[in-house]
T-cell receptor
Framework: KQEVTQIPAALSVPEGENLVLNCSFT??????LQWFRQDPGKGLTSLLL?????REQTSGRLNASLDKSSGRSTLYIAASQPGDSATYLC???????FGAGTRLTVKP | DTGVSQDPRHKITKRGQNVTFRCDPI?????LYWYRQTLGQGPEFLTY????????KSRLLSDRFSAERPKGSFSTLEIQRTEQGDSAMYLC??????????????FGSGTQLSVL
């Protein structure tokens, strides 16, 4: 069974900082990996999906990388804004298990 | 693409009562997942369907929980004899699992259950 770990559990940064969120998984036999954000009391919104054949995927200020062999993915957020404050979750597909996420707070 | 719909959005019930939630996935999506989420935790996998077949059920799911997807479209999750520990957000997600394993999850807004 896939085990997903996200580090750090919580992160607080001033507006404008670049930051990196980490996701590790135990079973590298995945097809792709999806990053989500979740606002309090809401469902999950998909941010990026990286296919196993890709190493990176970009959307606006977000960049996600995937290293299947080491069981790691990172989500890079450039020039963070208060509106980025949310919980960020990753899920390797095929198993669709989640870690506890990283709770991000961006202070104005 | 009308998105994944969940009904109701909120449910308050008394301990011992039965509750049923409904999820309408994106049409043509063949997979449907149910998750439970408590405050500060990530979504906890409960069960999933491929079309109408229930392919996996978490061992954390007691026999008070049952899910169905009778025609491979909408799904229901029933909790019998609710307990206060069942209070949580129940999330539904759907996907189109294609050849090669490519799959992208889409989530509904969830049903918030409060057991008094």
């Amino acid at each position: 069974k896939q085990e997903v770990t996200q580090i750090p559990a919580a992160l607080s940064v001033p507006e404008g900082e670049n930051l990196v969120l980490n996701c590790s998984f135990t079973d590298s036999a995945i097809y792709n990996l999806q990053w989500f954000r979740q606002d309090p009391g809401k469902g999950l919104t998909s941010l990026l999906l990286i296919q196993s054949s890709q190493r990176e995927q970009t959307s606006g200020r977000l960049n996600a990388s995937l290293d299947k062999s080491s069981g790691r993915s990172t989500l890079y957020i450039a020039a963070s804004q208060p509106g980025d404050s949310a919980t960020y979750l990753c899920a390797p597909t095929g198993d669709m298990r989640f870690g506890a996420g990283t709770r991000l707070t961006v202070k104005p | 693409d009308t998105g994944v719909s969940q009904d109701p959005r909120h449910k308050i019930t008394k301990r011992g009562q039965n509750v049923t939630f409904r999820c309408d996935p994106i049409s043509e999506h063949n997979r449907l997942y149910w998750y439970r989420q408590t405050l500060g935790q990530g979504p906890e996998f409960l069960t999933y369907f491929q079309n109408e077949a229930q392919l996996e059920k978490s061992r954390l799911l007691s026999d008070r929980f049952s899910a169905e997807r009778p025609k491979g479209s909408f799904s229901t999750l029933e909790i019998q004899r609710t307990e206060q520990g069942d209070s949580a957000m129940y999330l539904c997600a759907s996907s189109l699992r294609g050849t090669g394993g490519k799959e992208k999850l889409f989530f509904g807004s969830g049903t918030q259950l409060s057991v008094l």
